[in-house]
C-alpha cells in the first residue's frame, strides 16, 4: 500500500486563517484545587500566556535541564545601579527572551520604568496573541533583586 504525499503536505499545513479556535492552557502554578473537578486548576489563552512570559523572565540560563539556551540575564542587570541605561539595557532583555523563546506573542512594547527609592524596576509588557483575535494585551512585572 502506497502514501499518498499529498496526504502528508494537507496534513501537516498550518491553519493561516486570521481566526482560530486554538486555546491555550497551562496549570495554575498556585495548585489551587478546581472547586468542581478537584483537580489542579487551569489557566487558559491569556493568563496561560502571561504566566508563560514572566516565568520566561524570571529564569536564568542553565536552569531548565536539557535546554541550557532558554533563559535572560534579567537577574544580573537587577544588580547594577538604577538608571536609564540599566532600564534600556532590561527592556532589550525582555525583548530578547521573549521573541525568542515565546512564539504565541507577537510583541507590541516593554517599557522599563526604574524605582531609585527600592532599587526595582517596573517592566510592562504589551502584545497581541498570535492566531487568536484579541487586543492589545498588558502585563506588568515588578522586578528587584533578592539578595
Known sequence: MSVNPSAFYDASATNDSGRSSR???????????HPV???IATLT????VK???RNLINTNFYEKPFHPE???DVRRVLFEPVSEPTANLL????????KNFEPRVELSNVICIGNIDSNAYEVVIEFYLQNVSSDL???????????
Request: a neutral charge; zero cysteines.
Open 51 to 53: 504566566r508563560s512570559v
Open 45 to 48: 489563552d491569556v493568563e496561560a
Open 37 to 39: 473537578t478537584k483537580d
Open 91 to 98: 527592556g532589550r532583555y525582555v525583548e530578547d527572551v521573549i
Open 137 to 147: 494585551q498588558t502585563t506588568s512585572i515588578f522586578l528587584e533583586r533578592l539578595r
Open 23 to 33: 486555546t491555550y492552557k497551562d496549570i495554575n502554578l498556585s495548585f489551587a484545587k
Open 70 to 72: 532558554i533563559g535572560s
